[in-house]
Nanobody, 125 residues
C-alpha cells in the first residue's frame, strides 16, 4: 500500500528557505504524476506543485512561482520541494501526493486521501 513520509519542515524566519522531502513506499511512483499540496488552519487545501508523468512538465501555484522548485528522483522513489523566500502565508502542513494527473493534485478535493502525516512549515519572525 502506498505510503509517504514527508520531512524537512520546521520553523523558519520570513525570507528563509526549507527543503521538503517525500519518500514513497509500497508503490513505485515513477509512472505517476507526483506533487505537493498544503493546508493551513481554517483554510482549504491548496495545490502547490506537481511534476506530470504525462508530459514531464512541472506546474506551480501562482502563489509560489519563482520561489519554489520541485524535483523528483525516481531511482529513490522520492520527491523534493525547495522553498525559498518563504513568507508567513506559506505556513501550512505540506502533503505529498500522486495521481495519474496533476490536476487532481493541484486542485485537491477534501476527500482526496493523504497517505502520510505531512510536514509542518511555519514561517514566523
Amino acid at each position: 500500500q502506498l505510503q509517504f513520509v514527508e520531512s524537512g519542515g520546521g520553523l523558519v524566519q520570513p525570507g528563509g528557505s526549507l527543503r521538503l522531502s517525500c519518500a514513497a513506499s509500497g508503490v513505485t511512483v515513477d509512472p505517476y504524476s507526483i506533487g505537493w499540496f498544503r493546508q493551513a488552519p481554517g483554510k482549504e487545501r491548496e495545490g502547490v506543485s506537481c511534476i506530470s508523468a504525462a508530459d514531464g512538465n512541472t506546474y506551480y501555484a501562482d502563489s509560489v512561482k519563482g520561489r519554489f522548485t520541485m524535483s523528483r528522483d525516481n531511482a529513490k522513489n522520492t520527491a523534493y520541494l525547495q522553498m525559498d523566500s518563504l513568507t508567513p502565508e506559506d505556513t501550512a502542513v505540506y502533503y505529498c501526493a500522486v495521481d495519474q494527473m496533476c490536476v487532481t493534485i493541484m486542485y485537491p478535493q477534501p476527500d482526496f486521501a493523504t497517505r502520510g502525516q505531512g510536514t509542518q512549515v511555519t514561517v514566523s519572525s
